[in-house]
């Protein structure tokens, strides 16, 4: 229990949520705990919505091993994943990593005015944006705002391309927009899918879609001619690394094309928001899971090398890295790169009188 934050212990998990307390901001000086009680399950179940007015939508990612622009139309996830690597961005906000990032979303609102004005700049230079590489864009909110679907609708009209990560069947809402894009080439799906068991998902994604659901999303979408994969993230040893040839198996069934899969690790806060969840959930395999993550990544829970921190290192590394390169290999997948379409971005999409010229 040394590597876990001292003052966890004291809080029990919420009902319907990943975090079992608020770890405490590293940008804040002062450390108050803020005990809720026995009986929080009230409280908690509300979910506030924090509109925020940002000057710019698209990000410059400089990590080699994802795409180079990204965009998040919210900040924050109710899907609640305890592992999420995410977390710790709304410390940024002056919120917690824990029950904060669940339960206060901050709210891209002018998303779409920021997007059409950053696509018609003409210093702009075309290539695949990944959709939420930091927050699910089909997160529950999504349901009403509709921001991600406009974002999408400016995406088409523009003719640019976009790679959109999901845990949400909402996905198959926009299926229209989704249909058309991909007949200009301008779009890829990757539905993660991080198990089969339903019992884990409740505890370890508390307000995602079944697995089920997800699967069944795949089928949609590569039944509409939609480029569509898989992600089995994170692989969380002695927990479910044991269901990749499975999720792979229901997926390839499915129709999807494309694979791949992250180790999970532990940055920042994420470490006693994880471990507390283990014990709290899991306390005859706490210890063994705790330490085989370590082994993944030398010892440590968190490794933040690019091109190593997804893929970790060491003999346990190695094997399920090769079980799922023979896996990809066996259900055909990967074979084809998708072949982006960047020669019919419209800068000029916004201007009627411009576009005629």
């Given amino acids: 229990m040394s590597d876990q934050n001292d003052d966890a212990h004291i809080y029990s998990n919420f009902r319907g949520r990943g975090a079992g307390f608020n770890p405490h901001n590293r940008f804040e000086k002062s450390h108050t705990l803020a005990y809720e009680g026995e009986e929080p399950l009230l409280m908690d179940e509300r979910t506030t919505l924090m509109e925020t007015f940002p000057k710019t939508i698209l990000n410059k990612v400089s990590s080699p091993d994802l795409f180079p622009l990204s965009i998040n139309p919210y900040q924050g996830c109710e899907h609640g994943c305890v592992y999420c690597y995410a977390r710790n961005t709304h410390e940024y906000w002056g919120l917690s990593a824990g029950l904060d990032f669940e339960r206060k979303i901050i709210v891209k609102k002018n998303a779409p005015e920021l997007l059409?004005?950053?696509?018609?700049?003409?210093?702009?230079?075309?290539?695949?944006?990944?959709?939420?590489?930091?927050?699910?864009?089909?997160?529950?909110?999504?349901?009403e705002l509709k921001i991600t679907r406009r974002l999408l609708e400016v995406f088409l009209k523009y003719k640019h391309p976009v790679a959109l990560i999901t845990k949400n069947a909402l996905i198959k809402r926009d299926m229209d927009i989704l249909c058309e894009m991909a007949q200009h080439r301008l779009v890829m799906v990757m539905i993660s899918v991080t198990g089969?068991?339903?019992?884990?998902?409740?505890?370890?994604?508390?307000?995602?879609?079944?697995?089920?659901?997800?699967?069944?999303?795949?089928?949609?979408?590569?039944?509409?001619?939609?480029?569509?994969?898989?992600?089995?993230?994170?692989?969380?040893?002695?927990?479910?690394?044991?269901?990749?040839?499975?999720?792979?198996q229901q997926a390839a069934n499915a129709g999807a094309t494309t694979a791949s899969f992250n180790m999970i690790r532990l940055n920042g806060q994420v470490a006693p928001l994880f471990r507390n969840w283990l014990d709290n959930y899991f306390p005859d395999r706490s210890d063994k899971v705790w330490n085989q993550i370590k082994e993944l990544h030398g010892g440590q829970v968190n490794d933040s090398r690019f091109n190593v921190r997804m893929k970790g290192e060491g003999p346990l590394a190695e094997s399920l890295n090769r079980q799922f390169s023979i896996l990809t290999h066996k259900l055909n997948f990967n074979k084809n790169k998708i072949n982006w379409n960047l020669s019919d971005f419209n800068p000029d999409a916004g201007n009627p009188q411009l576009s005629m010229f």
Avoid: W
């Fill in 116 to 143: 059409i004005k950053e696509l018609s700049n003409k210093n702009h230079t075309p290539q695949p944006v990944m959709f939420s590489g930091n927050t699910d864009c089909y997160q529950p909110a999504e349901r």
């Fill in 196 to 248: 089969v068991d339903e019992n884990l998902r409740r505890k370890m994604e508390p307000r995602t879609s079944t697995y089920a659901q997800r699967i069944e999303t795949i089928r949609a979408l590569s039944e509409a001619g939609i480029a569509t994969g898989v992600l089995f993230a994170p692989v969380i040893p002695a927990l479910n690394s044991n269901e990749m040839p499975e999720v792979l």
